[in-house]
């Protein structure tokens, strides 16, 4: 392969990348913004004076929280290995003497010191304590467990009833 179609590769790579991320990005809001209202919602009728009455449509709403995790989910686990996949392309497209991607990029999200023009770059320990294909998985088990229990306790198998009883 000649220099030029190599790097007219690595570009078309590297747009393929920003997409994924772009739409990863659409895709998470999408689900995240109406979860967290919709949570929202279950929790405020959950500690609303008339909940007693409610339990089973409370725990009927919770259950349906629930189930729009697993689409939520599932597609988070595909956007990231998605984005994953394509910088993986990029770099195999990357000109040996480019070192963007390969070396630099790969020791930087490692969380290693990289130097460009005498400045030493490095993620934080704060930054580096959750990486983001960890948070964004733990947010919606996050979403998971309130949801799972909220539908335990309206049915009352957790032994809470007595606690909904009191809102």
Request: proline content about 5%; charged content about 15%.
């Amino acid at each position: 392969m000649d220099p030029s179609e190599r790097i007219e590769r690595y570009r078309a790579a590297l747009e393929h990348a920003r997409f994924e991320d772009e739409n990863f990005e659409r895709i998470f809001g999408g689900f995240l913004l109406p979860q967290t209202i919709f949570l929202g919602f279950v929790l405020a009728a959950t500690v609303g004076k008339d909940s007693a009455n409610y339990h089973h449509l409370l725990a009927a709403a919770s259950f349906i929280g629930l189930l729009f995790c697993v689409p939520w989910l599932t597609a988070t686990w595909r956007n990231l290995l998605k984005v994953n996949f394509r910088l993986q392309q990029a770099a195999a497209a990357e000109p040996p003497s480019w070192d963007l991607v390969t070396s630099t990029g790969t020791r930087f999200s490692r969380g290693e010191r990289v130097w460009i023009l005498g400045r030493g770059y490095k993620y934080s320990p704060f930054a580096r304590l959750i990486p983001p294909h960890i948070g964004l998985r733990v947010i919606v088990w996050l979403f998971v467990v309130a949801y799972a229990n909220l539908i335990l306790a309206h049915l009352n198998l957790l032994g809470f009833g007595w606690l909904l009883a009191r809102t």
